[in-house]
């Protein structure tokens, strides 16, 4: 076997996705915990806990208890090097949570068992399907009254559209709650709360009639886990590892991350099942990760990750070959030559720099402004561009206004390294230059006005602007464009890559400019090639 194959199948790369506050940051700190990766977990929301998670590091993250970046963290498994995605919740940041599962093989998502499968959680199993990602279901907080868990299985199944198969039981819930059953390997594992480090003294029972059993949980109790087994056993199939691999089962597991009930069982199934890296789709062809050549794309950048220096960070998701330190590789798009002296791996905020990485691996890049998301890395003489990380059409518009005309340069700077980060997306007007952000949602402007004045000592306001949907727009047609352009001239924008988009008012009057110009092309995405065209 080659060494790039060996390294290729020691790697697991995912994300956790979860509807705001389900506890998916919490369990990333957990699964960190037990992998070694740290002695003792933060809390995002528990006062009493002083150290915050790990994952969370930008002030606003913190005062606000919610995750609005996606972190990337990595430790050692039993011999397989994890990394993890940690993607914000909140559905304002969706757009950020739907380009990093262009980055990973694999998913964990995490259900609240008392609100059981919500709205978000629908729409990031739709860009799961999209992919053919592989889901691996945690139900959390048991520690708390919840749904039935047979209930919660229904659920699952008919608002997912995915099958799913039960791997672990929950034994009671709320303050009855003593732990989990692990169906497969027929033991049960009772542990003592413990928020923040690893409970030491584990229970375990292999046998389902023991009295050992009555005698730790009741006789009550006991004869519902007997009863539900049972039961679970007779109406579910047995999982076959192929049918999560092609993403048409989701093995589910219960617990409770905070107090770190059923994250071991999740961790070691985890790492037995989850597909190593995958080959991606680019226009040339799926490009395999055995394929020796070097490549990767630009997933993320995040600028200011260190608020003592003013440093860029890109993410590139490694895809083939093996990425060196120090070695020329080709930016596709820009068409030159570029090299990295200092590549980081990621916990967090600490970083280390990394001499090489291979398909799986997610390593942070300095960048001086040359990326933009979607950007393609090959070996030199290698062109070709890596498919889906597209931008998706905003649902609000607002104008960007300067309220200190003294720092005009800090702002054009800020939006436009904001906006390339992907925390929004900046359309500008001519004439006057004027520049519009859309977003999903009022918190990314929230998040843009803050760390405008705190990183850049920029002062705006957003003034809102009534359009509807923002749409790209691709012609063989030249004069029907310039036509377009010039009667829509209020309505039309460039974007940060200097394609037309149409701001349309409403649906309506989209329909209209359809109709009126045949030979021009409407999309939905920035994405040309993978998107189906609007019609009229």
């Known amino acids: ?49 002083k150290k915050t998670a790990a994952s969370d590091f930008m002030e606003i993250e913190k005062q606000r208890g919610i995750s609005v970046a996606t972190s ?16 914000p919740g909140h559905k304002d940041f969706a757009e950020d949570t739907y380009r990093t599962l262009s980055a ?18 629908e729409k990031l199993m739709e860009v799961c399907r999209m992919r053919d990602t592989p889901v691996l279901i945690f139900i959390n907080k048991l520690d708390r009254e919840g749904k039935d868990p047979f209930e919660l299985m229904d659920e699952l199944e008919e608002k997912l559209d995915i099958n799913v198969r039960p791997l672990t039981w929950p034994i009671g819930m709320g303050q009855r709650f003593k732990g989990v059953y692990n169906l497969e390997e027929k033991g049960i594992n ?7 480090r690893i409970e030491k003294d584990v229970i375990s029972i292999k046998d389902l009639d023991s009295s050992v059993l009555d005698e730790r949980l009741g006789e009550s109790a006991a004869d519902q886990l007997r009863e539900d087994v049972d039961l679970v056993e007779g109406v579910y199939d047995p999982f076959q590892i192929k049918e999560y691999e092609n993403a048409h089962t989701a093995p589910v597991f219960f617990g409770s991350a905070l107090n770190n009930f059923g994250v071991q069982e999740l961790l070691d199934k985890f790492v037995n099942i989850a597909p190593r890296p995958l080959g991606r789709e680019s226009d040339k062809g799926v490009i ?20 003592n220096h003013r440093d860029r960070i890109a993410f590139l998701r490694v895809c083939s070959g093996k990425f060196e330190r120090n070695k020329f590789f080709h930016h596709v798009r820009q068409g030159k030559k570029i090299k990295f002296s200092n590549p980081y791996s990621f916990m967090a905020r600490s970083k280390e720099v990394v001499d090489e990485a291979y398909p799986g691996d997610v390593i942070g890049l300095y960048d001086t402004g040359n990326f933009k998301i979607g950007d393609t890395l090959t070996t030199q003489g290698e062109e070709f561009n890596y498919k889906g990380v597209p931008s998706f059409s905003p649902e609000i518009f607002k104008e960007v206004v300067n309220k200190d005309p003294m720092k005009s340069k800090q702002l ?12 929004a997306q900046l359309f500008t007007q001519q004439p006057g230059n004027k520049k519009i952000i859309g977003t999903v949602g009022e918190l990314q402007f929230e998040v843009i006005q803050y760390r405008l004045k705190n ?28 036509h377009f352009t010039r009667v829509k001239a209020r309505y039309v924008a460039k974007d940060k890559d200097d394609n037309w988009v149409f701001l349309a008012e409403s649906q309506f009057l989209l329909n209209q400019a359809i109709q009126d110009y045949p030979d021009i092309d409407f999309h939905t995405t920035s994405e040309f090639k993978i998107d189906q065209k609007v019609n009229a």
């Open 1 to 49: 076997m080659s060494k790039i194959s060996e390294e290729i199948n020691k790697r697991k790369t995912f994300a956790i996705i979860s509807h705001p506050d389900a506890g998916k940051t919490t369990l990333t700190e957990k699964l960190l915990l037990f992998g070694g990766a740290i002695q003792i977990a933060g809390a995002v929301k528990n006062n009493k806990i």
């Open 72 to 87: 990337v963290m990595t430790f050692e498994y039993r011999d397989k090097l994890i990394n993890i995605l940690d993607t």
């Open 104 to 121: 990973v093989d694999s998913v964990i998502l995490v259900i609240d068992a008392a609100n059981g499968v919500e709205a978000q959680t």
């Open 190 to 196: 009772l542990f003592d709360a413990n928020k923040q």
């Open 288 to 307: 395999e990760p055995e394929h020796e050549k070097f490549s990767g794309f630009i997933f993320k950048i995040h600028a200011n990750i260190d608020p």
């Open 412 to 423: 054009d700077k800020g939006v436009q390294q904001l906006t390339e980060e992907g925390v």
């Open 455 to 482: 990183e850049y000592g920029a002062s705006a306001e957003f003034h809102h602007k009534n359009y509807h949907k923002a749409v790209w727009l691709t012609t063989d047609n030249e004069e029907q464009l310039d």
